[in-house]
């Protein structure tokens, strides 16, 4: 860490106009660096880090704490995170997943019958959190690759908190729709008046407790977050729920941070590039590489006219989704607890494997897919019925110096378990306590009896589906792209749809972006309401697909080097998102 590294001096930003619904995003191109975040106060973080001299993984550090703030409702330091690092020479992968507390088991969301809790239940509990572990990972990436001292990355989001930030139109938005937040003292206080209705758009919105952890953690680093009070109280929330307390423990908390971060990143072929994601616990990866290198095999071209999906392609790429996550559903868990088919997860993507799977794709729909055996031995595990997924967060970053962040992060459902923690401050406010356990099959086993692979135990990781991506040339190995998405399982569709246009159809980042989204898990087809023409809807229908609209809020960032030299970020439109950089 170079101390000496320019100096920060926070200025809260002029207030942009924030969107709501879907507004069009220019795009934005700079010269030296960029960051693309959920949030404007959240991306003027980063910006303002950069801009002092800091790394990619400086201003990762201050996106993530002002995004606890302003965007509460998708990820912070109650939740988990993934973050992939190229500094031009390494690429190392950070794992910041939740873990199961020490004394969960495979049982723990079956009801006394041995059904499983009602999803929404299992949601709304003690059960449902796992050990937080976004602050223990950015921490120990920061140690190797931050410039600025950590206490400086804490500034603009505890100036926020103590100094206030107007309410957005999407916080308002979630935040009236979200009935359990009223059964909630800490969020009730924070987020409603006194007639029970959520602040306005613009309303400044202080949160004092969460300033007071952020001053801790700033000076103290991790231990201030998993030791002493602020553990004590997450641990005391988790085991007080009323209906449905969960096993957390304050030494659940306080061995979080005794492991190492770091892993092997996957990196994959595809075409002249090659793309590079997280290994298991994500299934992101896996399954965008299946779904490209599929379709490949089925020989898939591009668009026809102009940059939309034909229907053509769009048959082609549902069926080869059917087939991705078929075998995401039987194979893919924490590999400390599961191995991958024949001991090795890339099995899943072999180019013969996947040309047989290929050619399980017809002209009509298969309805749906069963899992495939990409090893010689099988494998008895059962497949995990779907699912939910749900909240999410995605930062993309590249610094003057060249280095790459792509970090996706979560406390999975909106506002989590719907349980907040003011770490004992005693001060109105807190951050919000994730539900990724809920993550995990919440039956152990399928109905013949095999075990579920990513089932509950004690110590693991739950399944995801973030996909943060980083991307470069197979020839030269230089940088091309960083990329990712919030969204729940849909984040793996999100993020192939901007992989294919940027890569494949020649589209810039934004113009990626914006493209209309679609999606399959092994089931009826979605397809983003009103951005499909009823000719190409009827034409999949023809073709056997059962095809359901629906909204499909991606919240894509990517910032992909430009021909120039400089960089283009693009923002998702159907979020607040916006990039900035010099």
């Not at 879907?22 to 960029?34: C, I």
């Not at 049982?107 to 059904?115: A, Y």
């Not at 003690?126 to 001292?149: D, I, K, N, Y």
């Not at 969460?210 to 001053?215: D, F, I, M, T």
């Amino acid at each position: 860490m170079d101390q000496g590294a320019g100096t920060l001096s926070y200025a809260i930003p002029p207030q942009p106009e924030m969107a709501t619904g879907y507004q069009a995003k220019p795009g934005w191109a700079t010269s030296r660096f960029a960051v693309a975040a959920a949030n404007p106060l959240a991306t003027d973080a980063g910006f303002q880090i950069l801009d002092a001299g800091g790394s990619a993984v400086d201003a990762a550090i201050a996106v993530q704490m002002v995004l606890t703030l302003v965007e509460p409702q998708s990820s912070g330091i109650g939740g988990g995170a993934f973050l992939l690092h190229w500094d031009g020479t390494e690429l190392l992968a950070w794992n910041g997943r939740e873990t199961a507390p020490a004394a969960a088991h495979e049982e723990m969301f079956l009801t006394p019958d041995g059904t499983p809790l009602p999803y929404g239940d299992a949601v709304a509990s003690g059960l449902s959190v796992g050990v937080p572990g976004t602050v223990a990972m950015l921490e120990a990436a920061h140690r190797v690759h931050g410039r600025l001292p950590w206490q400086n990355l804490f500034i603009p989001a505890i100036t926020l908190a103590s100094e206030g930030f107007p309410v957005s139109p999407r916080l308002r938005s979630l935040l009236a729709a979200d009935s359990r937040l009223l059964e909630n003292p800490l969020a009730r206080e924070l987020y409603f008046d006194e007639q029970l209705e959520p602040h306005p758009v613009g309303h400044t919105l202080h949160n004092p407790a969460l300033a007071e952890v952020l001053r801790r953690m700033a000076q103290e680093g991790s231990p201030a977050f998993y030791q002493g009070p602020v553990a004590a109280d997450v641990a005391a929330r988790v085991q007080s729920h009323p209906e449905r307390p969960g096993e957390l423990t304050s030494q659940d908390l306080s061995a979080y941070p005794d492991q190492d971060f770091q892993t092997d990143a996957i990196c994959t072929p595809w075409r002249e590039y090659s793309l590079c994601g997280f290994p298991p616990p994500s299934s992101g990866h896996l399954a965008a590489l299946q779904i490209l290198g599929i379709m490949e095999a089925a020989g898939a071209s591009g668009p026809e006219n102009g940059p939309l999906p034909t229907a053509d392609w769009l048959h082609l790429y549902l069926e080869a989704s059917k087939l991705a996550f078929a075998d995401r559903d039987r194979y893919v868990a924490d590999p400390n607890y599961v191995e991958g088919p024949g001991g090795d997860w890339e099995t899943l993507l072999d180019p013969e494997y996947l040309t047989e799977r290929a050619l399980l794709m017809g002209g009509r729909s298969m309805g749906q897919a069963r899992p495939g055996n990409p090893a010689p031995a099988p494998v008895a595990l059962g497949s995990q019925p779907l699912q939910p997924e749900a909240g999410t967060s995605h930062i993309s970053i590249v610094d003057a110096r060249g280095n790459a962040v792509s970090m996706t992060t979560t406390i999975e459902s909106g506002f989590g378990s719907g349980l907040m923690s003011d770490g004992d401050t005693g001060l109105p406010g807190g951050f919000h306590l994730n539900n990724e356990l809920t993550d995990f099959s919440l039956s152990p086993r399928d109905s013949w009896g095999q075990p579920i692979a990513n089932r509950v135990e004690a110590g693991k990781r739950p399944r995801s589906s973030m996909t943060p991506t980083l991307v470069f040339h197979r020839s030269t190995g230089a940088f091309v792209a960083s990329l990712g998405s919030p969204g729940g399982a849909a984040i793996i569709h999100y993020t192939t749809k901007a992989l294919v246009g940027m890569l494949a159809w020649g589209l810039n980042a934004q113009e990626a972006i914006d493209l209309p989204n679609f999606a399959n898990f092994n089931g009826p087809s979605l397809l983003e309401s009103g951005r499909f023409s009823p000719d190409l809807l009827r034409d999949l229908r023809s073709r056997g697909h059962e095809i359901r609209e629906a909204d499909l809020t991606s919240g894509l960032q990517a910032i992909q080097r430009a021909p120039d030299g400089g960089l283009f970020g693009g923002a998702d439109p159907r979020r607040e998102g916006i990039v900035m950089g010099r």
